[in-house]
Nanobody, 135 residues
Framework: QVQVLESGGGSVPPGGSLRLTCSAS????????IAWFRQTPGNEREGVAR????????????????YADSVKGRFSIFRDNANKYTMYLQMNLLKPEDTGMYYC????????????????????WGQGTQVTVSS
């Protein structure tokens, strides 16, 4: 069964940086999507960034990305060069409003799909990692 594991959360002051890691235990070459959602107490999970990787000639390159307006220019999602099923979320210029529990989400298979607009498509969730931005 495919598992999704996150790591890399922590506490930083405003303006700082963190890199989150998401590893999916995929064993077959199929289209897949990895996304990051975040949640604060009393609020729904909101999509932050996603990368969709279609099966085909560009399978081992970075796929198409999408970012929430609130993080554009500050966050970047990209793949590990060695393990193509590991993705990173590089978070720069962090703000207090970026504080929350960050969850990695995945879908995989020939009909894999994803968006940051909602999470109905998610097949696997990670356990979450806390990010706190505070002075």
């Amino acid at each position: 069964q495919v598992q999704v594991l996150e790591s890399g959360g922590g506490s930083v002051p405003p303006g700082g940086s963190l890199r989150l890691t998401c590893s999916a235990s995929l064993t077959t070459r199929d289209s897949f999507c990895i996304a990051w959602f975040r949640q604060t107490p009393g609020n729904e999970r909101e999509g932050v960034a996603r990368m969709y990787v279609p099966f085909g000639p560009t399978y081992y390159q970075n796929g198409s990305t999408m970012y929430a307006d609130s993080v554009k220019g500050r966050f970047s999602i990209f793949r590990d060069n060695a393990n193509k099923y590991t993705m990173y979320l590089q978070m720069n210029l962090l703000k207090p409003e970026d504080t929350g529990m960050y969850y990695c989400a995945a879908d995989f298979g020939p009909r894999a799909t994803c968006t940051i607009g909602h999470s109905d498509w998610v097949r696997r969730w990670g356990q979450g990692t806390q990010v706190t931005v505070s002075s």
